[in-house]
């Protein structure tokens, strides 16, 4: 456990518990996994934790399933249904995996050592400070609410980023319905009690709205008759559409069902100010309009951490925006450091930068040019190391690397052509378009930190034989394949038993059997049976007896 050193900071030193276990073998390294949220249990899930002594940190000693948040805003399922104590996820996997509740404010790189500070500290623990070192560290803090320092959001408006926060929203919106009950208000002060602004179109924001429109009329339309014609719900986005990262067909439906249902879908609005009683947006047809609300949701986006920011300074990332990994998820200013999920991005290496070296590598007979059967040759190492190059085919509709080549020659008759450095330039200059981020998701932040853990348990392995692609002169060996995300598709509730799907392969379907779809995915995606229990007891619950509106 954590032992005084003395100083103003504690030691956790986990290898002092551990005098009595195996005396004999070289000392296993030591690796810290910040964040218990998605990137850091799955990543903890899927590590063989006998090669490590493990440790983690996390101001949260839960893990919490983030899709169904929108739904405990308005009880369609219970908090607890969605949280697992991270202590029994450990405890399942066997080993001995070390969990300390307590937040990091600062990493050390250079010495290696993370600062924490426990959130449940007592008078007794002094300031609740202390120190733990690492030999690898994995970085899964998340992101935080971004308000982009629009005026009065912090102060005024609820976020739905955290369990807590998903229980203060259905608190709220409780509040609403019996302040606007209350004997002595007038008809426009109920109104404005009543009126339900979600600043935010993409998938949290919408579902929200979805979820809130349908506790309304199923539920508390019953219980409020006389007032539940003085609701309303707006959703703002600032961009022309709302579900903007869906298919157009999507966003569509989702629109028209919004405007059906009565929920005001207000695109192309900019709030630029908050204040107690009004939302104030900005429009260039109409210029500023403020109108009173209730409660208002903000749902706009992600930021950084202060604290990764501050990291990100001291590493020389100062100028980016978002934590920068490789493509094999490490930080490259920093030894033994990796990032996963939404508190980082992979920085993929383009094309262009290397053609010179590609170019060299490919062209085997030192010939000075590359035939399509030397290209064909070093195109799966291609592929793997730069995915743009497929997907840049692909949306060309090209068949291969030979219609490439032709293009590039613009001659489409001859078999044996052959490129020189600037025709094979020219054939891949418009490659790097396809670059493209990795979307926020708990689908790539799971996928990060399984590939992740496998990279970690064969460590060992790798480094006697490296698996790695086409190596590029002062990047060093690889030992593993580049992270590669798989798309598996992707769901937007949309309210009354509706459900929007887009699936790879543009596969589309919305409706009620994509509704199913989502309560079947939902429930074995649960982190365990207890969870998945407790999901669908909820879900049986609701459709007998409805939502619960005593809070
Ligand atoms: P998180 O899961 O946020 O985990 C971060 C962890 O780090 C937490 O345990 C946190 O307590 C901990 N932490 C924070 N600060 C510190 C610190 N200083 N020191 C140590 N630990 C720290 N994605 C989908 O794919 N499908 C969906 O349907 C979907 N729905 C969503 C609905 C909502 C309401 C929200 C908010 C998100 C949704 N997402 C969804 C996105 C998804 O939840 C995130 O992309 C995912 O959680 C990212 O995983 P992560 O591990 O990077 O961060
Ligand atoms: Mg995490
Ligand atoms: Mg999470
Ligand atoms: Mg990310
Ligand atoms: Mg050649």
Redesign the pocket.
Known sequence: GAASSGGLVAYADSKSDDVLDKPEGPPKKKVVV????????TFLRNLDSRLYDVQV????NY??F??L??SVTCGTVEPRSVVEPIRRILEKKGGDIKFWE????KIDSENKKIH?RSNIRTNLDGNGEFLVDYDYLVI????RSNTFNTPGVEENCYF??EVED?QKIRRNVMDCFERASLPYLNEEERKKNLHFVVVGGG??GV?FAAELHDFVTEDLSKLYPSIQHLVRISLIEAADHILTMFDKRITEFAEDKFGRDGIDVKTGYKVVKVSKDAITMQNPATGDISVPYGMAVWSTGIGT?P?ISEFMKQIGQGKRRVLATDEWLRIRECDGVYA????ATINQRRVMDDISEIFRVADKDNSGTLTVKEIQDVLDDIYVRYPQVELYLKSRQMNGIADLVRTAKGDAEKESIELNIEEFKKALSLVDSQVKNLP???????QQ?QYLARCFNKMKDAEENPEGPIRIRGEGRHRFRPFRYRHLG??APLGGEQTAAQLPGDWISIGHSSQWLWYSVYATKQISWRTRALVISDWSRRFIFGRDSSC
């Open positions: 910040l964040g218990t949220g998605w990137g850091g249990t940190i996390s101001p949260r893990f919490a983030t899709p948040l929108p307590a937040e990091c404010f924490c899964a803090v998340g992101a739905l980023k998903a998938p949290t579902e951490r604290f996963v999920g939404d508190c926020a998701t708990a689908q790539v932040a799971s930190g992707q769901f």
